[in-house]
């Protein structure tokens, strides 16, 4: 058995090289291998981390440009060559520690899917913003898909590779989470939650908005309602690829 760790980043000069030391103390009950997927940042995370590259087996992917974490996974996922997978953020939130924790429920068979909750422990550091939008899509998702998920958008999802064959991911950006956690559940698959703790990034800053929010929510309406409307797909897309871009130069001029 082997666990594939996919690395996305984007503009986490800070962060990267202490993450990967980090990950590199943990005592894995299986094999594992880390993929960095550098996405199109402004400097090569290559140069951050070729120690461990060369030393550490560390396999480094760089796009040439920013296309998001979405696809940054998708295509870390391809290089991937494990049976369990895990995305692993590279803010320094979450603590490589507790992956071996996570992935006893895997390993013992009880389910293929364990998703690393930060609500059980009730993280005492996190912006308000952040924590109305994951109550209120893990909410939606409750509601929805009739589940009892604590949170949905956690960086901390771990699958097996029979689940990975089950799913169509076309997400691009941050509509990553509600996506895969809404084609797992409608192929059947239970998800365990298991406690895991969460620190607020120390450095840079956070790259998810509340437009990523509203788009999250359409896309968990979209997979439970709308999976076969043209219609609904055509608004979509109006939102994701025109509306949201508009809002979001905006912002960069005016603060909303």
Do not use: W
């Not at 296309?67 to 979450?94: C, M, S």
């Amino acid at each position: 058995m082997k666990l594939s760790i996919i690395i996305p980043c984007y503009n986490e000069e800070k962060t990267l090289k202490p993450l990967i030391k980090s990950l590199l103390k943990v005592d894995f009950p299986i094999d594992h291998e880390i993929i960095v997927v550098d996405d199109g940042s402004r400097i090569n995370h290559k140069e951050i981390i070729s120690e461990e590259i060369v030393t550490k087996k560390v396999t480094f992917i760089r796009l040439p440009e920013n296309q998001g974490k979405g696809v940054a996974i998708r295509i870390g996922l391809k290089y991937a060559n494990g049976d369990i997978f895990i995305i692993q953020d590279a803010d320094l939130e979450y603590y490589p520690s507790d992956i071996p924790k996570l992935l006893e429920p895997i390993l013992t068979k009880e389910v293929e899917v364990v998703y690393g909750s930060r609500f059980f422990t009730k993280p005492k550091i996190m912006s308000k913003s952040h924590l109305l939008g994951n109550i209120l899509l893990t909410k939606l998702t409750n509601f929805l898909f009739h589940v009892n998920l604590t949170d949905m958008e956690t960086g901390y999802k771990l699958f097996t590779k029979k689940v990975l064959n089950d799913l169509k991911l076309n997400a691009r950006e941050f509509e990553f989470e509600p996506e895969i956690t809404a084609q797992i559940i409608l192929k059947g698959y239970q998800i365990k939650e298991s406690p895991i703790r969460y620190n607020i990034r120390r450095y840079g800053f956070a790259k998810i908005n509340y437009f990523d929010g509203i788009e999250g929510a359409l896309v968990l309406l979209k997979y439970r309602l709308f999976i076969d409307s043209k219609l609904y797909q055509f608004i979509y897309n109006i939102y994701k690829f025109h509306f949201k871009k508009i809002m979001k130069k905006l912002q960069k001029k005016i603060p909303i």
